[in-house]
């Protein structure tokens, strides 16, 4: 199979309309359109069918676009040993966490521009299990994702996870509150996230092994959020511990059992070796 036919459908998987890889590709749509005709010729299979005005992938088309980015990564990787010298170029499609993004991803991008300027960076905020599934779909080259030692994600075989770094939490209250036993709280409104369910996991965890049921009243995905319920005396909630920038906010400490958020890379087995997302990892886990 040729390999720019292959790249075609890599590119229709991802954007799912002929006139967009035209354009991606500097190319015309009948080029496109006849590049994946004599590839599905080849494949002895239909890899396309129409979606109203545009296309989607046939079951086999998807399957054969999942080999592809494998056939086309491998073959970067091989002409990158051919050729050590060689300067990664490419978009790198990257979906995680705000907290992920900014610890991690947008210093990488600043050390990118001046190690690797042919490499692009597009970033898309999302929760672990919805990048997760882009990943799994092809929509990103790279998920930046979290759990917790309280909550542990179950990985897939087919993933790369890499730990990036830990951070301990604790439990955010008003400034003007002292620690006391986490069956204190009973009665309090709690705050949990509204698209990750990780932490809600975590709070019933501790909340059990006190002796009671947390009253789950507000779901919220932004800390900043958060935040402000707080300080409003709305409820408590869990939040990191770190720099003190949260004024009237105090994050006590939990201890039997700690709480500690676990950040991850996680890339599709086999595809790091693609030199513009390798260049990104290797920044990342520096």
């Known amino acids: ?33 006849q590049g994946i005709a004599t590839l599905a010729r ?19 088309g998807r399957r054969l676009a999942d080999h592809a980015v494998t056939i086309l990564a491998a073959v970067d990787a091989a002409r990158l040993d051919l050729d050590p010298a060689a300067e990664p170029v490419g978009v790198v499609r990257v979906a995680g966490f705000a907290t992920g993004i900014r ?28 990048a997760l599934d882009l990943l799994a779909r092809d929509d990103v080259d790279l998920a930046l994702a979290y759990d917790y030692n309280l909550a542990p994600a179950s ?5 790369e996870v890499t730990e990036l770094w830990r951070v301990p939490w604790g439990l955010g209250v008003p400034a003007r509150e002292r620690r006391a036993p986490f069956a204190t709280y009973a009665d309090r409104s709690w ?21 009671f049921t947390p ?27 770190g720099p003190a920038s ?22 599709q087995s086999g595809r790091d070796r693609w030199a513009p997302l390798r260049a990104v990892l290797d920044l990342l886990v520096t």
């Open 103 to 130: 610890r991690s991803l947008l210093p990488a991008m600043d050390d990118l521009a001046a190690t690797h300027p042919g490499v692009e960076v597009q970033i898309h905020e999302y929760e672990p299990v919805e």
């Open 42 to 60: 080849e494949a002895g299979a239909p890899l396309v069918e129409p979606d109203g005005r545009r296309v989607r992938l046939t079951p086999a």
């Open 191 to 211: 705050i949990v996230n509204s698209r990750n369910t990780a932490d809600e996991e975590v709070l019933r965890t501790l909340a059990s092994m006190a002796g």
């Open 215 to 241: 009253r789950i009243v507000h779901r919220v995905d932004a800390l900043e959020l958060v935040d402000d319920l707080i300080v409003a005396g709305r409820g408590i909630g869990m939040l990191p511990h």
């Open 155 to 159: 990985w897939r075989s087919d993933l």
């Open 246 to 267: 949260r004024r009237g906010i105090r994050v006590l400490p939990l201890k039997g059992p700690q709480v500690t958020l676990r950040a991850y890379a996680v890339t």
């Open 1 to 33: 199979m040729d390999l720019r036919r292959l790249q075609l459908l890599v590119e229709l998987s991802r954007l799912g309309s002929m006139h967009a890889v035209a354009e991606e590709l500097h190319t015309t749509t009948s080029t496109v359109s």
